[in-house]
């Protein structure tokens, strides 16, 4: 089994910084997908950024220029550096690991509450 245990969140007021970090354990194949994917109250999960294992990255256009997703392969472990950050930021984030061994499997943390508000 895999676990994805996610830390990090919290509360900052606009124009602030948060660093969120989710760590995976088990049986994980080394090609795969890491990312964040964040909820709001009322709308649908959204991916913000995801990164392969062998370096490539995308980015939601909504936090371009201000979030930063990084990864260290030999801990398993992702990290969403959030700069400039604004209210609409405001959601349960959420860490995903995918890989495909015969067939695609997903796995999803907790969340963890990010609220920008002064």
């Known amino acids: 089994q895999v676990q994805l245990v996610e830390s990090g969140g919290g509360l900052v007021q606009p124009g602030g910084s948060l660093r969120l970090s989710c760590a995976a354990s088990?049986?994980?194949?080394?090609?795969?997908?890491m990312g964040w994917y964040r909820q709001a109250p009322g709308k649908q999960r959204e991916l913000v950024a995801n990164?392969?294992?062998?370096?490539?990255?995308n980015y939601a256009d909504s936090v371009k220029g201000r979030f930063t997703i990084s990864r260290d392969n030999a801990k398993n472990t992702v990290y969403l550096q959030m700069n400039s950050l604004k209210p609409e930021d405001t959601a349960v984030y959420y860490c995903?690991?995918?890989?495909?061994?015969?067939?695609?499997?997903?796995?999803w943390g907790q969340g963890t509450q990010v609220t920008v508000s002064s």
């Open positions: 995903n690991l995918r890989f495909v061994l015969v067939r695609q499997y997903d796995y």
């Open positions: 088990g049986s994980i194949v080394s090609l795969n997908v």
């Open positions: 990164i392969i294992s062998g370096g490539s990255i």
